[in-house]
């Protein structure tokens, strides 16, 4: 079984910085691609940035592009997203996700194979 811990969430200002990390325990998820969903209150679940198994593709959502650079260590089974320059908008719980087989490009529309349990992230002013 495996198991998809999140860390790294918290209270931040506007415009300030926080790293998140996933880190994969069980089984390697060496052939995986992986990436960040977020659910803000009242709203629906959605998908923010995915990285494909080898890191050679990737995708942000347009909100965060420029703001946002997800990154995967194979051998130590992490994922991890750097958000910069963060705005009240981007308060959520985010979630890491994994799978096996779906297309970055349909992880919206599509249930995972894996998921953390989520970390919380709020943006004040």
């Known amino acids: 079984q495996v198991q998809l811990i999140e860390s790294g969430g918290g209270l931040v200002q506007i415009g300030g910085s926080l790293r998140l990390s996933c880190a994969a325990s069980g089984r390697t998820l060496r052939r995986y691609d992986m990436g960040w969903f977020r659910q803000a209150p009242g709203k629906a679940r959605e998908f923010v940035v995915g990285i494909s198994w080898n890191g050679g593709s990737t995708y942000y959502r347009d909100s965060v592009k420029g703001r946002f650079t997800i990154s995967r260590d194979n051998a130590k089974k992490t994922v991890s997203l750097q958000m910069n320059g963060l705005k009240p908008e981007d308060t959520a719980v985010y979630y890491c996700?994994?799978?096996?087989?779906?297309?970055?490009?349909?992880?919206?529309?599509?249930?995972?194979?894996?998921w953390g349990q989520g970390t919380q992230v709020t943006v004040s002013s």
């Open positions: 996700a994994a799978d096996f087989g779906v297309p970055l490009s349909s992880w919206s529309h599509n249930d995972l194979d894996y």
